[in-house]
């Protein structure tokens, strides 16, 4: 505890920063920090500890033996603080502060969105902010302390890797149905299996998007892969272009638009498509009073089906 009192908190923020994110530039673009702001935090840790923390290789820098001890003692020193604030110095009975939330796109619009207007007409102390990201982006920033919140998303063919500090709870199922025009051959099918769809034109997710494997995933049984004619990231584009009859798409239900006149939704079985929906923090936030009510609001609109999806029968 003697180095608490000796140490500059934001100067082991900064280390700390440093080593999660590889660079002194990367630490101060998560910091809100210039570069210079950032060197000066660590000269000034070297000055309190003595000791050099970090050393120059090449064009980028390392932590040196002890910058990466002191760092790891810095991480501890920041989650019991985290916890501190977010439990004995918080009401928990009036949940305040800022809160940010980092969400996949579809559940910005079905659980989110519900959330945000929620808390609006609560009136409530709590200010929310929310960023779009894919789910291992979304884990990756709530782990390294970037976001309090994350809504993700886990395929049954796409396991998504939450690492042991996080706290990770599932909400509801969200499955995905194969998106036609109503001119289609399969338009009138109750049902799809994989092998019916091998040698359609799809639109996808971009190339390393979690949707993205899970369409690939599909076909991987049959040593084939679908015959991508568009990557665009918005449901929305999905559902135009199908409406235009030029491709076929599997869009999640989660916060669906409602379809167009010339759209047709068709199950998809053996397997069902389907990817759970769940939210993770800091296992050093589970108290805090913000996350809670947060979480609260998030079952309750989850139980309920989220958003209307727009899902129709074919």
């Known amino acids: 505890m003697y180095l608490c009192f000796m140490i500059d908190i934001g100067s082991l923020r900064a280390l700390a920063a440093i080593e999660q994110h590889g660079s002194v530039i990367a630490a101060s673009d998560v910091m809100g920090f210039s570069p210079s702001a950032v060197s000066q935090q660590v000269k000034k840790l070297e000055k309190q500890t003595g000791f050099a923390v970090l050393e120059r290789r090449g064009r980028g820098v390392l932590l040196t033996e002890r910058g990466q001890a002191l760092a790891a003692y810095g991480r501890r020193i920041l989650a019991e603080l985290e916890e501190l604030q977010s439990t004995l110095l918080a009401d928990p009975a009036k949940p305040s502060g800022h809160l940010k939330i980092v969400s996949f796109s579809t559940a910005c619009r079905g659980l989110v969105g519900p959330v945000l207007g929620r808390l609006a007409s609560s009136g409530t102390e709590l200010d929310v902010s929310v960023l779009a990201e894919d789910p291992r982006e979304a884990v990756a920033r709530v782990a390294n302390g970037e976001a309090d919140l994350g809504v993700v998303h886990n395929w049954n063919s796409v396991p998504l890797v939450i690492p042991e500090h996080l706290s990770l709870e599932w909400l509801c199922e969200d499955i995905a149905d194969l998106l036609v025009h109503s001119s289609h051959p399969l338009a009138g099918r109750d049902a799809v299996e994989p092998a019916d769809l091998v040698d359609e034109r799809w639109i996808s997710t971009p190339h390393g998007a979690i949707c993205n494997e899970a369409l690939l ?26 409406e235009q009859a030029a491709v076929v798409a599997l869009v999640p239900r989660l916060g669906r638009p409602a379809l167009p006149v010339d759209v047709v939704s068709v199950p998809v079985v053996n397997p069902v498509q389907a990817r759970q929906v769940g939210m993770v923090h800091r296992r050093t936030m589970t108290a805090s009073p913000g996350i809670r009510h947060v979480a609260g609001l998030l079952r309750e609109i989850a139980a309920r089906g989220g958003a209307a999806s727009g899902r129709a029968e074919p």
């Open 217 to 242: 995933r599909i076909f991987a049984d049959l040593g084939r892969v679908p015959d991508i004619r568009v990557y665009d990231p918005d449901f929305a584009t999905h559902l135009a272009l199908v």
